[in-house]
């Protein structure tokens, strides 16, 4: 199993990406195969990109081993009402601020739900919310 | 040909490197170390884009080529001379005056590469067109852009757009021209001008191609020099004996930014040059970041072929010069006194019928093992010895960063030892005599180096 971990800052969305572009640097060193790599950056990103806008920052851990990779995202944050509603395409609770950036189009839990092979997310009014993603190779 | 075997036209002379690490620093795909003191390439990861050669201070990274006189193993010799070519010329000298100078220095018969553009750029439309699923399609003019796909960006191969160049065109146009006159197909001598490396590369081992369409290639720099002073000798007054004709007003500038997409009309596409640039967005396409996108033009030099390792003088002036020529000609095509319509157009079936490629297969350089299972325990040790070395970069080891030592070692192109922190360390522990840091560091310097900066001070 190989562990590492990023930092994700409120409101950076410059700095999104910079955790699925090392997750992608170390998935082609192990010669995955490029759509499933695809997949997992896709999501990565949706997610990094859901806790800079609406959390207070957070972390993400990575472990990879053999036979898959998982990513958690765990933020700090309000945390998601009603995920039933948020996993809807189009549903956005993003400020006017985030929508203007490009962001907010509702697609993030959707896109992330379309792209990986297990997703658990866990959430708590308030406090914050922790997004599980798995791809097997 | 084998799958394995690619030929690299940028070569070092070790007898005039000294191992400035100029050119490691610099290359794209971290391809060069330095060994015994002098820069070597890692085959399997240039992808012949030059940026060694742009920065060597002294001249050792050099371009292989044929021989001028290998011309003379044909009986009718053929030169195919880029747009490019033309522009290195300052104003005074017309495209005709180097049409019938590089004739008298030893061709039979001269065409400008960019004849075929115009019908290139209609296939690739058609292509684009007929392959909605695999957008975005990239072009595979730039040659060091579809090894550097391969290489780096393996996922993408299929985006590229598998047609031959124009210069393959125009070499099948011309050849077959050449077979209806009645004259042998071993007479026929087909050679390349070329303003890169990356063109000997693809001409000498073609990406997705059997056999090569042209017999020769020749640099740039060598041939400018050869019409230039020819000129020179000549003087003013020289006869022409042929009018540069080969070309309409829209193919002079394909081979420069922008070219290729000014003749393709879709929605959203991006002309990119420079290497860094397009690993930089190649980077954001593999993402999916961008949605949308229909085409990409890419080049890896800035100003593409303008600045091409091999072209003379200045890229922004040359670029200028091919601007103007083109836009004189549209005059003269608007006032009718030139045909936008040139002869190749009449053996466009032909061309159409020998343009595709077969399909380009990645190599990814990057993977550590086909086994998951090794290349999983490879990346845990790289993982492990990465935060063990300095983060210094400083080149000492041989290679260009501590991150890509940390690769070597776990391929076994190097050993821990080569790092001069992790040197000091052992011989603090005892673990290692200085004698034996000295042999290190002569295997990665060479005896001269050391010699002269450690041995004899």
């Known amino acids: 199993m190989m562990?590492?971990?990023?930092?994700?800052?409120?409101?950076?969305f410059s700095n999104a990406g910079k955790a699925s572009s090392e997750i992608k640097k170390m998935l082609k060193q192990l010669d995955i195969n490029p759509q499933k790599i695809k997949k997992m950056v896709v999501a990565v990103y949706e997610a990094e990109v859901n806790a800079i806008a609406h959390a207070y920052g957070g972390t993400i851990d990575v472990d990879i081993d053999q036979s898959k990779i998982c990513v958690v995202i765990k933020d700090v944050g309000p945390g998601i009402p009603d995920i039933e509603k948020a996993m809807q395409k189009g549903?956005?609770?993003?400020?006017?601020?985030?929508?203007?950036?490009?962001?907010?189009?509702?697609?993030?839990?959707?896109?992330?739900?379309n792209n990986v092979d297990e997703l658990d997310i866990k959430t708590e009014i308030g406090v914050g919310t922790e997004v599980r993603m798995v791809v097997n190779f | 040909m084998n799958e394995n075997f690619f030929y690299h036209a940028l070569q070092v002379d070790p007898k005039i490197c000294f191992g400035c690490t100029l050119c490691m620093r610099n290359c794209p795909t971290e391809a060069i170390r330095i060994r015994n003191g002098k820069a070597t390439i890692y085959e399997n990861k240039c992808v012949d884009c030059g940026e060694c050669y742009k920065v060597c201070p002294s001249g050792a990274i050099y371009v292989a080529q044929d021989d001028f006189q290998s011309i003379y193993n044909f009986k009718y010799r053929v030169v195919l001379m880029p747009s490019v070519f033309l522009g290195q010329?300052?104003?005074d000298i017309k495209a005709s005056q180097v049409y019938s100078v590089i004739m008298d220095l030893g061709f039979t018969h001269v065409m400008e590469v960019e004849a075929s553009a115009l019908i290139h750029s209609k296939l690739s439309n058609k292509y684009i067109r007929e392959n909605e699923d695999k957008k975005p399609l990239i072009s595979t003019f730039c040659p060091a852009i579809v090894r550097l796909i391969q290489v780096k960006f393996p996922a993408?191969?299929?985006?590229?757009?598998?047609?031959?160049?124009?210069?393959?065109?125009?070499?099948?146009?011309i050849r077959d021209k050449?077979?209806?006159?009645g004259i042998e197909p071993e007479d026929i001598g087909i050679f390349y001008i070329t303003p890169c490396a990356a063109k000997i590369a693809a001409t000498k081992s073609p990406v997705g191609e059997d056999k090569s369409t042209v017999d020769g290639v020749l640099n740039m720099d060598t041939m400018y020099n050869m019409v230039l002073k020819e000129i020179k000798v000549r003087g003013k007054n020289y006869q022409k004996k042929i009018s540069a004709n080969d070309v309409s007003s829209d193919c002079i500038i394909f081979s420069l930014t922008n070219g290729e997409k000014r003749l393709n009309n879709n929605k959203k596409s991006f002309a990119i040059d420079e290497i860094h640039n397009v690993i930089e967005f190649l980077e954001k396409v593999e993402d999916d970041e961008i949605e949308d996108l229909d085409f990409l033009e890419l080049r890896a030099c800035d100003e593409s072929c303008a600045g091409g390792i091999l072209t003379c003088g200045n890229r922004f002036l040359i670029n200028d010069r091919m601007f103007q020529r083109a836009k004189k000609l549209a005059e003269r095509e608007r006032n009718g006194e030139t045909l936008r319509k040139k002869e190749i157009s009449k053996k466009e079936d032909l061309l159409i019928d020998n343009a595709n490629v077969s399909k380009i297969m990645p190599r990814s350089m990057l993977k550590l093992d086909p086994d998951i299972n090794v290349a999983f325990q490879k990346l845990s040790k790289i993982r492990e010895l990465a935060v063990k070395l300095p983060q210094t970069d400083c080149n000492v080891c041989g290679a260009p960063s501590c991150k890509a030592l940390a690769e070597d070692i776990v391929c076994e192109n190097a050993k821990m030892t080569d790092c001069v922190f992790m040197q000091r360390n052992l011989e603090m522990r005892d673990s290692l005599s200085s004698n034996e840091s000295v042999e290190i560091m002569k295997k990665i310097w060479g005896e001269e180096k050391l010699k002269d900066y450690i041995l004899n001070k």
């Not at chain 2, 050449?178 to 006159?181: F, G, Q, S, T, V």
């Open chain 1, 3 to 12: 562990h590492t971990e990023f930092t994700v800052v409120e409101g950076d």
């Open chain 1, 91 to 113: 549903f956005s609770t993003a400020s006017a601020k985030v929508r203007e950036m490009g962001f907010g189009a509702g697609m993030g839990l959707p896109n992330i739900k």
């Open chain 2, 89 to 91: 010329f300052p104003e």
């Open chain 2, 156 to 173: 993408l191969v299929d985006n590229l757009i598998p047609i031959k160049a124009p210069v393959d065109f125009t070499a099948i146009y």
């Open chain 2, 178 to 181: 050449l077979l209806e006159e």
